[in-house]
């Protein structure tokens, strides 16, 4: 197992690695599941853009945690996660 120096990455770099560590995985239109990485992010912010979006919103999948899980992305490249009650008032600001 490689160890990661978490020290060294961005901000938004530790957030998506730490939810990796945890087994988040992103739910796809079409219901399959998707791991949680930084080309995922990428592609994210690279759709954001193309659309004219401020953000897009995915369901995070989290193991051991019932309550509905979500992942918000900004054009910028910050990212937001927790609740999807949560990120629909981050959204709301």
């Not at 197992?1 to 560590?21: A, F, K, V």
């Not at 239109?29 to 949680?36: K, M, V, W, Y």
Request: net charge negative.
């Amino acid at each position: 197992m490689t160890n990661i120096d978490l020290s060294s990455m961005t901000p938004e770099q530790r957030h998506i690695e730490s939810l990796r560590i945890h087994g988040a995985k992103i739910r796809r239109a079409d219901g399959s599941l998707t791991e949680l990485n930084s080309f995922f992010v990428g592609n994210a912010v690279n759709d954001c853009i193309r659309m004219g979006a401020q953000a897009i919103t995915y369901e995070m999948i989290l193991p051991d945690i019932n309550e509905p899980m979500a992942i918000c992305i900004w054009a910028s490249g910050h990212i937001d996660s927790g609740s999807q009650e949560t990120i629909r008032r981050v959204l709301d600001r």
